[in-house]
């Protein structure tokens, strides 16, 4: 069984600029969500995607969107990049929404904007 | 609004015990789950607690108090490889969205 994976693992960009990070989920995972960690804190919730419309989003502005394939694979977009959207950025799959299904996390794509 | 507060640094000796506490209080609450990361590694599953009481996991036991919007986690016989952020996450309506606090850093000493 393959686990969560994404891509790139680092990725170094100016402000302003536009940048794309890839997750594959799990195996049979449906559901696939994104979160932001900054160094030191934990993971904020970003957006949940499941079966290829979004299911939820956190306190994140427009300039995040994202996208889910047939395949369950997602991409996470962000737009006009400022200094602050420097962070680990963590995508996890899970074989639903409902509240008891664990999620399963990728290794996280470090971003950081110079 | 949500509020998760855990301590931020703890440090214990190797083959001691070690209690993480985390209070919350957030509305339509669920479930809490607890998370291990490494650092600069991906967060993996602890346990997960949904009704009141002790869930025990080898090494590692969780509880919850739904009442008091209070859990703890326990690490028993801490190992050197425990060294690590606990994050604490709770679930709220029926979803499984993770709202998580700021993790607690725990050193195990020799």
């Known amino acids: 069984e393959t686990g969560v994976t994404q891509s790139p693992t680092h990725l170094i960009k100016t402000r302003g600029q536009q940048v794309t990070l890839r997750c594959s989920s799990q195996?049979?995972?449906?559901?696939v969500s994104w979160y932001q960690q900054a160094l030191g804190q934990g993971p904020q919730f970003i957006f949940q995607?499941?079966?290829?419309?979004?299911?939820g989003r956190g306190n994140f502005p427009p300039r995040f969107s994202g996208l889910q394939f047939p395949n369950y694979s997602s991409e996470l977009n962000v737009n006009a990049l400022e200094l602050d959207d420097s962070a680990l950025y963590l995508c996890?799959?899970?074989?639903?929404?409902?509240?008891?299904?664990?999620?399963?996390f990728g290794p996280g794509t470090r971003l950081t904007v110079t | 609004g949500q509020n998760i507060d855990q301590p931020t640094e703890m440090t214990a000796t190797e083959g001691a015990i070690v209690q993480i506490n985390c209070t919350y209080q957030t509305s339509g609450f669920n479930g809490l789950f607890w998370y291990q990361q490494h650092a600069g590694e991906a967060p993996t599953f602890l346990s997960y607690n949904v009704l009141d009481g002790l869930e025990e996991k080898g090494r590692f036991s969780s509880f919850l108090s739904r009442s008091k919007g209070y859990s703890y986690l326990l690490l028993k016989e801490l190992q050197m490889k425990d060294s690590a952020s606990y994050l604490c996450a709770v679930t709220q309506a029926a979803g499984n969205k993770l709202t998580f606090g700021g993790g607690t850093r725990v050193l195990v000493k020799p």
């Open positions: 195996s049979g995972h449906n559901t």
């Open positions: 995607y499941y079966r290829e419309e979004e299911n």
């Open positions: 996890a799959s899970s074989p639903g929404t409902g509240g008891s299904y664990e999620q399963y």
